[in-house]
């Protein structure tokens, strides 16, 4: 079973997401959407740092270049190193922003990345705007740059996940309330043959996820204040109840893989917008790193 859940950095967010963590940084980086801001937290030092942007940061993902970060900012897929901040090498810029938005972004077993979008909600200087949350896309984003579209009529994308033998793909939207499970083709890297995986659970909404080793998907529930293990046949296995109402993310990480952080957005309890952490019992599988293809995509 897991320990006692405790707060690792009372950050403030006004919306921590896009959590992964760094094995060779010992690291867990993270963004705050709305503030336009990537940390990093150093849980062997105690340290957190913090990184600026012009637009906001929506998912950090990890490439095969040790040091090198994707970004997914709003309306980019950039490479990015805290060393050279602010350069970024652009990858992919989204068409249909600024209209849409990115949202939740993984990168699958075979280096390439899938990102969903939503209307954009976040306005320039931050400030939540009133929208009508559909015609969102998955996309998946090739090492190349090139992009092609695996589903269309998103209200909010969120949780991308990959089973522990990257045969099945979970996606969820958020708005209708619903993680679907597609048959993952490796070779290919292509999905098909969706069905409900985990839908109508009336305790809050999905947001984003992170797979364990036994092939649980562990889903946060903003609105209920809890985390929830899927097994691998859609039925809950436990409910995690946690000290904020809305966690918006979790990731795996500690130098075994068995510590599970949490980002959460603020409210008016006393510390939302804070990075949680859990010690657990089962590992976390490990997260996918992002293709790097030639000398143009090092951030010097």
């Known amino acids: 079973m897991q320990s006692e859940i405790r707060c690792a950095v009372p950050a403030g967010d006004i919306c921590g997401e896009g959590a992964v963590w760094d094995s060779e ?35 950090v993902n990890l490439t095969t270049i040790p040091g090198q970060m994707l970004l997914v900012l709003s309306a980019r897929v950039a490479f990015w190193s805290p060393d050279t901040h602010p350069n970024l090498a652009v990858v992919y810029g989204l068409p249909a922003a600024p209209v849409m938005r990115f949202n939740d972004a993984k990168v699958d077993p075979r280096g390439s990345l899938w990102v969903g979008t939503m209307r954009n909600n976040v306005g320039p200087g931050g400030e939540n705007l009133d929208i009508e949350f559909t015609d969102g896309v998955l996309y998946r984003i090739d090492p190349d740059g090139s992009a092609s579209e695996w589903m269309h009529g998103i209200g909010i994308a969120n949780t991308l996940a990959w089973s522990p033998d990257h045969s099945t793909f979970y996606f969820g939207d958020t708005i209708a309330n619903t993680i679907y499970s597609f048959a993952f083709d490796p070779l290919n890297r292509a ?54 109402s809305n966690p918006t993310t979790c990731a795996f990480g500690g130098p075994d893989l068995r510590t599970l952080f949490i980002t959460s957005a603020r409210s008016s309890q006393r510390l939302s917008g804070s990075l949680f952490a859990i010690a657990m019992d089962v590992p976390g599988d490990p997260v996918g790193r992002f293709r790097c293809t030639g000398p143009q995509q090092v951030i010097l």
Not at 29 to 39: L, S, T
Not at 200 to 225: H, I, N, Q
Request: overall charge neutral; glycine content about 8%.
């Open 25 to 59: 940084q010992g690291a867990l980086y993270w963004a705050d959407i709305n503030r336009f801001i990537v940390h990093r937290y150093l849980p062997a030092a105690k340290a957190t740092e913090s990184w600026l942007f012009d637009e906001p940061v929506v998912s």
């Open 191 to 244: 999905i098909s043959a969706r069905r409900p995986f985990f839908t109508g659970y009336d305790k809050g909404l999905p947001d984003g996820s992170a797979m364990d080793a036994e092939g649980c998907l562990w889903v946060t529930r903003p609105f209920a204040g809890s985390l929830v293990r899927v097994r691998p046949d859609g039925s809950i296995d436990r409910t995690v109840p946690l000290p904020v």
